[in-house]
């Protein structure tokens, strides 16, 4: 049972136009949600995380949008730049445990 | 500060073989985990550490053992490896969950076969 789905393996975007990340989740005690990006032969990193309170997190040019209702959140990175590409993972998880749950990573590719 | 290190970045093995994957921190951070990555299987929790002293399974120990060896470093050991087990590992850390999230701080990962 994948508790965290990431339906699009990739994405292409051209430079300067949005990027949207999408992730689906099954686990209705993730109360908080994180965004890791991975460059190759290099370790995930963090991104940007929300909270279950709310339904929106921004920092700089990247935003989360969490719907609870449907069990959804996406990441939107605007303006979107080359150094952009990389593998895009999300998480849950649930506060005070140990465990984030990954999704499968969404390879964003930004086109010059 | 170098952050979370691993040793080796490479490794072949024959089926059978047994290794130890080394993992430290220099953040003092007391929470220290294990992922595999597989292609199309994102990252998977093999082990965990909250605290020095403490290690708990995540979703996938089968053929492995861990040693918190002290509050910097974390190793992963395969007795006897399998083919199944060639992916490529994540060592990370993190402060102890509270009521809040907790980054984790991931390694750069150790990229072994098994032949």
């Known amino acids: 049972d994948q508790q965290v789905k990431q339906n699009s393996p990739s994405l292409s975007v051209q430079e300067g136009r949005i990027s949207i990340l999408n992730c689906d989740y099954t686990n209705s005690m993730f109360d908080y949600f994180l965004w890791y990006k991975k460059y190759p032969a290099e370790g995930p990193t963090f991104l940007i995380s929300?909270?279950?309170?709310?339904d929106k997190n921004e920092d700089g040019r990247f935003t989360v949008f969490l719907n609870k209702s449907a069990k959804h959140l996406s990441l939107h990175i605007v303006p979107s730049q080359p150094g952009d590409s990389a593998v895009y993972f999300c998480?849950?998880?649930?506060?005070?445990?140990?465990?984030?749950?990954f999704g499968t990573g969404t390879r964003l590719k930004v086109l010059a | 500060n170098a952050g979370v290190t691993q040793t080796p970045k490479f490794q072949v093995l024959k089926t059978g073989q047994s290794m130890t994957l080394q993992c430290a921190q220099d953040m003092n951070h007391n929470s220290m985990y294990w992922y595999r990555q597989d292609p199309g299987m994102g990252l998977r929790l093999i082990y965990y550490?909250?605290?020095?002293?403490?290690?708990d399974k995540g979703e996938v120990p089968n053929g492995y053992n861990v040693s918190r060896l002290n509050k910097r470093e974390f190793s992963l050991r395969l007795e006897s490896a399998a083919p199944s087990q060639t992916s490529v590992y994540f060592c990370?850390?993190?402060?102890?969950?509270?009521?809040?999230?907790?980054?984790?701080?991931f390694g750069p990962g150790t990229r072994l076969t098994v032949l």
């Open positions: 550490s909250a605290s020095e002293g403490t290690t």
């Open positions: 990370a850390s993190s402060e102890i969950p509270g009521l809040t999230y907790n980054e984790q701080f």
């Open positions: 929300i909270s279950s309170i709310k």
């Open positions: 998480a849950g998880a649930t506060s005070g445990t140990y465990k984030y749950i």
